[in-house]
C-alpha cells in the first residue's frame, strides 16, 4: 500500500498544491494511511540533501549556524524558499510504525534541477 501510495500520490497532490507543499502533501499522507488503519503523525524535520560529486546542498529547517557550514561546504547552495503567501521556512515528513515517508522529497530534486544540474549527474546524493 505505501508503495502505491508513493508512486501516484504526489502526481495527484501537485493537480491542487505548488511544490513547495510538505505540510500538506504531509497533511493529505496521514489521512491516506488512517482509511488503511495506520496511525501516523507530522514530523517537523532539518532537512539537508547533499550532492556530493555536484558539490550542491538543499537544505531547509536548519539554524543559521548549520545554513553557514552548508554554504561554506558547497559551491552551490540552495535554501528552500517557502510556499507563495509566506510559511514556515521547514520541511514536514510522516512517521508511522515501522516507517518513515517524505510524501515531497521531489522539491530537492526539483531544486537542483532548477539550479541547472540533473540529479541522475550525481552518483551519490
Not at 511544490?19 to 539537508?48: H, M, N, Q, W, Y
Request: charged fraction near 25%; hydrophobic fraction near 45%.
Amino acid at each position: 500500500m505505501i508503495r502505491a501510495f508513493a508512486r501516484v500520490a504526489r502526481k495527484i497532490i501537485l493537480r491542487d498544491f505548488n511544490r513547495r507543499s510538505c505540510i500538506a502533501s504531509s497533511r493529505i499522507t496521514i489521512e491516506c494511511l488512517k482509511i488503511f488503519g495506520v496511525e501516523s503523525s507530522p514530523v517537523p524535520v532539518r532537512f539537508i540533501l547533499r550532492a556530493p560529486d555536484l558539490n550542491m546542498a538543499f537544505v531547509a529547517g536548519i539554524t543559521p549556524e548549520e545554513q553557514a557550514k552548508a554554504r561554506r561546504s558547497a559551491r552551490k547552495y540552495i535554501e528552500l524558499a517557502t510556499a507563495p503567501g509566506g510559511g514556515w521556512n521547514g520541511h514536514v515528513i510522516v512517521k508511522a510504525p515501522g516507517f518513515v515517508i517524505d510524501p515531497s522529497f521531489d522539491q530537492a530534486l526539483d531544486a537542483f534541477a532548477e539550479a541547472g544540474c540533473r540529479i541522475d549527474d550525481a552518483p551519490r546524493i
